[in-house]
């Protein structure tokens, strides 16, 4: 059974960094595209990073850029997401999501629709 588990959410101020962490079942894991994603109260769920199976490949929407980094811990099952120079506008629920093929594709990777399995989310809000 895939179990995706987000965690590392808070309030932070402008400028402040937090890392979240999405725990994963071993098969999800080694196997599989990793997203992260966040929703806005009244927007759409967006695509913020993604990595596939074994790193090769990371992708970034353009508005965190240079500012978020997304890894994997393979001791740990566990894929990170390291957001520094945190904004007003980062502020929302952030998902963890898995696709079943192993590696993520430049046109594909943003999309929700590529991603079959979703964690409960963890909250970020960033004030100013």
């Known amino acids: 059974q895939v179990q995706l588990v987000e965690s590392g959410g808070g309030s932070v101020q402008t400028g402040g960094s937090l890392r979240l962490s999405c725990a994963a079942s071993?098969?999800?894991?080694?196997?599989?595209?990793m997203g992260w994603f966040r929703q806005a109260p009244g927007k759409e769920r967006e695509g913020v990073a993604a990595i596939s199976s074994g790193g090769a490949y990371a992708y970034y929407a353009d508005s965190v850029k240079g500012r978020f980094t997304i890894s994997q811990d393979n001791a740990k099952n566990t894929v990170y997401l390291q957001m520094n120079s945190l904004k007003p506008e980062d502020t929302a629920m952030y998902y963890c999501a898995a696709q079943r093929f192993r590696r993520c594709w430049p046109d594909t990777w943003y999309s929700k629709d590529a991603y079959n399995y979703w964690g409960q989310g963890t909250q970020v809000t960033v004030s100013s």
């Open positions: 071993e098969y999800t894991y080694s196997s599989n595209c």
